[in-house]
T-cell receptor, first 115, second 113 residues
Framework: DADVTQTPRNRITKTGKRIMLECSQT?????MYWYRQDPGLGLRLIYY???????NKGEISDGYSVSRQAQAKFSLSLESAIPNQTALYFC??????????????FGDGTRLSIL | GENVEQHPSTLSVQEGDSAVIKCTYS??????FPWYKQELGKGPQLIID?????GEKKDQRIAVTLNKTAKHFSLHITETQPEDSAVYFC????????????FGTGTRLLVSP
């Protein structure tokens, strides 16, 4: 979905390095998400944000941090990368209210390899 | 918490045949069920979704059915084409509050000409 842009698309780095993955969206959505995809495990939620002032941990947040710099931007950081964080990372956005959710729209992902 | 199981993990069909992918969920409060298609090098793309107030939804060659009593839902693709080849994911969530999507583990569909 070109409305959700992730950078970089690919990254190879070494254990212990700090890495930032960036996500920007032009859909005007308030809600943004970071997922991790591993073979055979589907997508698992790392962090989510309902708006600039609201950030929450997902099911696998250990070793990760996020920053919601603006409504349109949501960054994921690995403070000290380790090899088992090698995976595909996806950003997603959605609209919705507390009474009704809307579908999530995904970017094309960042393939991260940690040596 | 919610758990979603998806079967089969791989599915091979001939062009023109039908394909069916099945998912079961554990949380009886789940009431929103999207299906995503993921092509190589791309992110998941929503292809159809269903909410629990209906039992079936169709969009051209794609349909989804929902059995709330048995807590399972299925994706049906008719008249398959080679471009249908991809990985398909089901997901489930509650429709209110935070939409925490729980995904199945994916089905790799291969449509042979």
């Amino acid at each position: 979905d070109a409305d959700v842009t992730q950078t970089p698309r690919n990254r190879i780095t070494k254990t212990g390095k700090r890495i930032m993955l960036e996500c920007s969206q032009t859909k005007g959505h308030d809600r943004m998400y970071w997922y991790r995809q591993d073979p055979g495990l589907g997508l698992r939620l790392i962090y989510y944000s309902f708006d600039v002032k609201d950030i929450n941990k997902g099911e696998i947040s250990d070793g990760y941090s996020v920053s919601r710099q603006a409504q349109a931007k949501f960054s994921l950081s690995l403070e000290s990368a380790i090899p088992n964080q090698t995976a595909l990372y996806f950003c997603a956005t959605s609209g919705g209210t507390t009474h009704s959710n809307q579908p999530q729209h995904f970017g094309d992902g960042t393939r991260l390899s940690i040596l | 918490g919610e758990n979603v199981e998806q079967h089969p993990s791989t599915l091979s069909v001939q062009e023109g045949d039908s394909a069916v992918i099945k998912c079961t969920y554990s949380d009886s409060a789940s009431n929103y069920f999207p299906w995503y298609k993921q092509e190589l090098g791309k992110g998941p793309q929503l292809i159809i979704d269903i909410r629990s107030n209906v039992g079936e939804k169709k969009d051209q060659r794609i349909a989804v059915t929902l059995n709330k009593t048995a807590k399972h839902f299925s994706l049906h693709i008719t008249e398959t084409q080679p471009e249908d080849s991809a990985v398909y994911f089901c997901a489930a969530s509650r429709n209110t509050g935070f939409q925490k999507l729980v995904f199945g583990t994916g089905t790799r569909l291969l449509v042979s000409p």
